[in-house]
Each structure stands twice: as C-alpha cells, then as structure tokens.
T-cell receptor
Framework: AQSVTQLGSHVSVSEGALVLLRCNYS??????LFWYVQYPNQGLQLLLK??????LVKGINGFEAEFKKSETSFHLTKPSAHMSDAAEYFC??????????????FGKGTKLSVKP | GAGVSQTPSNKVTEKGKYVELRCDPI?????LYWYRQSLGQGPEFLIY????????DSGLPNDRFFAVRPEGSVSTLKIQRTERGDSAVYLC???????????FGPGTRLLVL
C-alpha cells in the first residue's frame, strides 16, 4: 500500500529565507509524486509533479522538488520565501497505471508561515 | 475558463439527517473524484467516476455514502443518516481523463451537529 509522510505539521521561515518542506513516500512500484498548495478558503492547486524523466521538477511560484528514489523522498524547496507563500502544502502520491495517474494519496500537510 | 465548482460551500445539518453535495466539473472533463478532508488531515479518496460509472468506490467509508453522475458531468455525493464523524470538507476534483492532472474545487464544509 502507498503512504505519504510529511515531516513537520508547521514550518516557519523568515521572508527571503530558504523554504524546505519534507515528504517521504512508500510505494511498491515507482509512483507519480505531487505537491499541492491550499490557500485559506480555496481549493487545492497543483504546484508541481513528477512522473518520469528528470528528477528535478520545477513548478509554479519558484518552487521545485527533487525525486530521490534511494531516499524515497520528494522534498519541496524554494530559495527565497515570500509572504504570499504562506499556505498549507500537501504532498501526494498516485499509482502509475501504465502511464496514467490514479487516485491521489495525500500526506497530512505542512502549514508554512512566513515572517516579515 | 470556469473551474470546478461545489455547492453548497457550507452545510450544517443535524445528526441523522440526509445531505446532498454537488460538484460541477470543468467542462469536458470525463474523470471526476471525490475526496474528504477531516480537520488536520490530508484529503482522503472516496470515489472515482469515469463518465457516468463509478470506476472505483473503494474509499467510501460505509453504505451510508453514495455518489452518482447520471449524465457524465455533474456529480452528487449523498450521505444518509449523517453522523458527527462525517463532519469534514468534501472536495471534488476533475481531470481530462484517467491520466490527467486533477483540478480541485473549493470544497463543501459539512458540519453535523
């Protein structure tokens, strides 16, 4: 069975500092990996995803994530935090059905706060 | 274009009552998913439709939960004999097909008193 673990339910950084949100997964087969962001009272928005190919994936708003198979990790980073990055971030995994993604399995989320 | 919409945005009901939650997917999207997000948790998969049929309902917690998508577009999640533990945000997502990216609606916040 697949599962996702996000280390740290709350992360606080100063504006301009590095953002690092951790995600580890377990899966018996190579999965698809995702990061979603949820702003207050809004729906989940896809930040980036890894399916195949290059393991460093770039997403919207300057975020990127690296798939490390040996560590079963897919950590999310951004070099310089902005106040507008304050939100909740969810890592998710899905099965790879012959090149198509399946249902998403989410981690519990990490709430990012950005201090001025 | 218009995204996924869900109505109502908030629903308060009493224990034992019946509720219906509606999802309007992005036009042309054939795949539709329902998820439930309890407080402090990530979304959990409930059911997946491809067209009009429920292709995977393995996430429905029990037989009080049922969902339909009669014309392959709008979907309704139905909960009978609601319990306080059903209180959560119910999210709907649609995609252009089984392999497409899922686009989420803003959710319906259900509170069972």
């Amino acid at each position: 069975a697949q599962s996702v673990t996000q280390l740290g339910s709350h992360v606080s950084v100063s504006e301009g500092a590095l953002v690092l949100l951790r995600c580890n997964y377990s899966s018996s087969v190579p999965p698809y990996l995702f990061w979603y962001v949820q702003y207050p009272n809004q729906g989940l928005q896809l930040l980036l995803k890894y399916t195949t190919g290059a393991t460093l994936v770039k997403g919207i708003n300057g975020f990127e994530a690296e798939f490390k198979k040996s560590e079963t990790s897919f950590h999310l980073t951004k070099p310089s935090a902005h106040m507008s990055d304050a939100a909740e971030y969810f890592c998710a995994v899905s099965m790879n059905y012959g090149g198509s993604q399946g249902n998403l399995i989410f981690g519990k989320g990490t709430k990012l706060s950005v201090k001025p | 274009g218009a995204g996924v919409s869900q109505t109502p945005s908030n629903k308060v009901t009493e224990k034992g009552k019946y509720v219906e939650l509606r999802c309007d997917p992005i036009s042309g999207h054939t795949a539709l998913y329902w998820y439930r997000q309890s407080l402090g948790q990530g979304p959990e998969f409930l059911i997946y439709f491809q067209g009009t049929g429920a292709a995977d309902d393995s996430g429905l917690p029990n037989d009080r939960f049922f969902a339909v998508r009669p014309e392959g577009s709008v979907s309704t999640l139905k909960i009978q004999r609601t319990e306080r533990g059903d209180s959560a945000v119910y999210l709907c997502a649609s995609s252009s097909g089984r392999g497409g990216d899922q686009y989420f609606g803003p959710g319906t916040r259900l509170l069972v008193l």
